[in-house]
């Protein structure tokens, strides 16, 4: 009997950057996190917010030092493009889940889609879907709702800067988002439905940008496979530096004896400086996030340990 062969182990190195990766259809965050650490030989990684599988699009990982920014970027500012059915509600609140509802979908006119998007703008109260990564008693409440256990996630305020049509068939509407932190498109889709009377569910959804990355240059797992078999330097193209995701932070170029403190965990007084900034060395290293306060001292919100530049 022929003995089985082993796969050779993965030779992990520490890595820091941060890769923009167009999340393909079917891959959770996490399966995706995995295959692109696994190109890269990463030692550490994390992702930056959910997608569901079902969702396309941006999906920016952090590795290394650059796992300490991913609070930032969960937080951020997100636009996507949305794809909703009328006249069906689901589960799910999208395509993949159990039909529960059909309804005839009435004749709508711009002006009237105009009035239902209106009161979804701005600092609204949504409940995120019974099929979500929230979590309820340390549990996932999609694992209760799929035990058939009776999931209430609590209704929460998010904020919807933008929400426009940008296409539309007789039971289709295409939507443009951008939004704060937790929004849950397939809620907004929900709600929608129900403001025109007729239900709806998510059937597409693509994630456009996340700040700071508004015009990202994403990549495809694909792209990144064959980068890889074109060698490291190649394959390390795609990774963006640490300081990449801190393009809307204030820059703070620290001199010797500033910078000095800093790695030592020292606060520093800066004459007219407030508020949050990223502090760099003379050398261009990235070395804190720094909270000056009103007389400019500082206090340091999270150090990095970054090689050379």
Not at 200 to 211: G, I, K, P
Not at 265 to 281: E, S, Y
């Amino acid at each position: 009997m022929p003995r089985e062969r082993k796969l050779p182990r993965i030779a992990w190195r520490d890595l820091h950057g941060i890769v923009l990766l167009d999340k393909p259809e079917g891959l959770s965050s996490n399966q995706a996190l995995q295959e692109v650490r696994r190109l890269f030989r990463a030692a550490k990684g994390g992702h930056t917010g959910a997608l569901d599988p079902m969702a396309t699009g941006l999906l920016p990982l952090c590795f290394g030092e650059a796992t300490k920014l991913a609070g930032n970027l969960l937080g951020a500012r997100k636009a996507y493009r949305a794809t909703c059915r009328l006249g069906i509600t689901t589960v799910t609140a999208d395509r993949e889940g159990e039909v529960l509802r059909e309804r005839r979908v009435p004749a709508l006119d711009d002006a009237a889609i105009e009035a239902a998007l209106a009161p979804l703008r701005g600092r609204i109260v949504q409940v995120p879907p019974a099929y979500s990564a929230l979590k309820q008693g340390g549990e996932r409440l999609y694992l209760k709702a799929r035990r058939g256990e009776v999931v209430e996630a609590p209704p929460r305020e998010v904020e919807v800067h933008r929400l426009e049509l940008l296409s539309r068939t007789a039971d289709t509407l295409v939507l443009e988002v951008e939004c704060g932190s937790g929004t849950y498109i397939r809620s907004l889709a929900v709600d929608l439905g129900e403001a025109l009377g007729c239900g709806a569910h998510l059937t597409a959804l693509r994630r456009e940008w996340v700040e700071p990355f508004r015009a990202p240059r994403m990549v495809t797992l694909a792209e990144l496979e064959q980068a890889a078999g074109q060698g490291d330097e190649v394959l390390l193209a795609w990774l963006l530096p640490v300081a990449a995701g801190l393009a809307d932070w204030p820059r703070l170029q620290l001199d010797e004896a500033q910078s000095q403190a800093i790695a030592r965990g020292q606060p520093i007084v800066v004459a007219g400086a407030r508020g949050p900034h990223a502090a760099f060395a003379g050398d261009g290293a990235l070395l804190a996030l720094l909270e000056l306060d009103a007389d400019g001292r500082s206090r340091i919100l999270r150090g990095f340990n970054l090689p050379p530049p």
